[in-house]
Nanobody
């Protein structure tokens, strides 16, 4: 089973930047891709960015042009560079497989102050 450990969250001001990192281990299988998801209290966990085996990337409209997803060649690390952050970006961010997530990690909290 895949183990996922997110890090890099914190408190930033509106317009600031943050880089999230996901360490991936314990996987032996090939999958379609990976993604970053985010969740606010009482809301669903939504995909905000994903990257495929061929390095095709997709972004949710609200983060397009501000967020950038990337990975290393071995799929051992997934990153999310977040620029021009807005208060509505505040959430717990999770990494996972896409389109079929495995067990979720602990996530990392991102808080953007206005």
């Amino acid at each position: 089973q895949v183990q996922l450990v997110e890090s890099g969250g914190g408190l930033v001001q509106t317009g600031g930047s943050l880089r999230l990192t996901c360490e991936v281990s314990g996987n032996r299988d090939v999958w379609t891709g990976m993604g970053w998801y985010r969740q606010t209290p009482g809301a669903r966990r939504d995909l905000v960015a994903r990257i495929s085996l061929s390095n095709f990337t997709w972004y949710e409209d609200s983060v397009k042009g501000r967020f950038s997803i990337s990975r290393d060649s071995a799929w051992s690390q997934l990153t999310l560079q977040m620029n021009n952050l807005k208060p509505e970006d505040s959430a717990v961010y999770y990494c996972n497989l896409w389109p079929a997530p495995t067990a979720w990690g602990q996530g990392t909290q991102v808080t953007v102050s206005s």
